[in-house]
């Protein structure tokens, strides 16, 4: 009995990092989807997009045509200190504030 | 065969959108050349329309060349907006006619749109009907289809616009004459001067600001994404000259996605460099450069490829 407690501990170790790791990480990504918004409210001048955007709806569909989006990506290096490879600056790749969180969290490292 | 239209050229895609709408008529060969329509560079940067070129009597030409019909045309230039618009109304409300109207109106004064933002930028959409107060619009390169208001259809159309009048019953099959003399014309352009000019734009801009690029470069360039659409010409000339050959086509489309892509690159290091006031990067730029003119030259030679074979199949030897 006892080493099935001992050994119960041990094995939720990494359920209770990993449960900690997730945690952080949608915490991140809401800050990030913060931020999107708040940058995507200004390049498009509609500031109601800041209460109003969806984290999975299409940006573009909302004003951000390419060169809005090319605009927001360099931003977001700049933010966060980052900077996307060549075959990363897709448009296609940018196409919701969710996918963008992502990328920018895989870029940071937290997200594999 | 392809079943719907990309975003690739307004004034295009609205011709293309009444082919579909009047019948089983082959739109493809109406982008024959599309990759090379013209665009202006000034001082101030690229533009994707021109003051100075008559574009839409170019494109009417070729509409009426190979769909073997006549096409009216009218400018509020020569007879007042409010003249014009009236006559596109009396257009509109001939009974019994499939007609359409390709107008001229302002993209900021789209209630539907939310590119650009600024006053006159000149784009066109498709009247397909109108019916009292309402008209029913189609615009395929926005990929909007809804009704507006006359109000609102008299507010976009632009000051010095332009109205396209098409009936449907007029149209014919394309003409594969027609379509072999503009193929043979369009491909005697070897040149993709949109990468040309981009290039030598940017590079001038960098040269002048001592090897950075200025802060408003991006906006000087932002109008390339809008002209690099009309690469996407290449895959409709592909596709119709290649249909019912069952010849596999992924790998020129896999050409075709790396231009559209290498143009967004382009921008994208443009823009990083302004925006970040690092050093510009000349050589990484130069070396895009390279690539997609070498790029550019292999989708070419694929058409090259492909047109006797489509020549063949025309004079029965296939």
Sequence with gaps: MDGYARDSVLFSYPAIIEGGYLAMTAMLKADIVELLRRIIAELTGKPSLEDELQPEQDIQLAGMDSMRIIQLVI???QYYAIGFEDHEL?????DTMDAIADRVLQKTGLLA | MMTGTRQVHCLLDCYAEILRMSGSFDWRPLYTGVWNAYFEVTGEGLSYYSESVDELAKWRARFELIYGCDVQQWHCAAEGKEAAFVRLQAWMAAAGRERYAILMVDLYDL????Q???????????AV????????????YLSWEGILSTAEVRQAFMDDGA???????ELRPSL???????FEEEMKVRENRLLTELAAYIRGAVERCGGYAPSNLLAEVQHAAVIAKRMDGYRYALSYLTDGHRLRTDAFDGMCEEMARGFEGLLFLAARHAMTGQPFDVPAFERKVERMHALDQNIKRELDAAYPIWISAKEGRV
């Design chain 2, 129 to 140: 009907r109108a019916v009292g107060d309402q008209w029913q619009i189609r615009d395929p």
């Design chain 1, 75 to 77: 931003r977001l290096e």
């Design chain 2, 163 to 169: 109205v396209i009048g098409i009936d449907g019953a």
């Design chain 1, 90 to 94: 897709a448009i296609r790749n940018f």
């Design chain 2, 116 to 126: 650009f933002r600024v006053r006159h930028t000149p784009h066109f959409l498709t």
């Design chain 2, 176 to 182: 594969t004459g027609a379509i072999r003399l503009l």
């Design chain 2, 111 to 114: 209630p539907y749109s939310n």
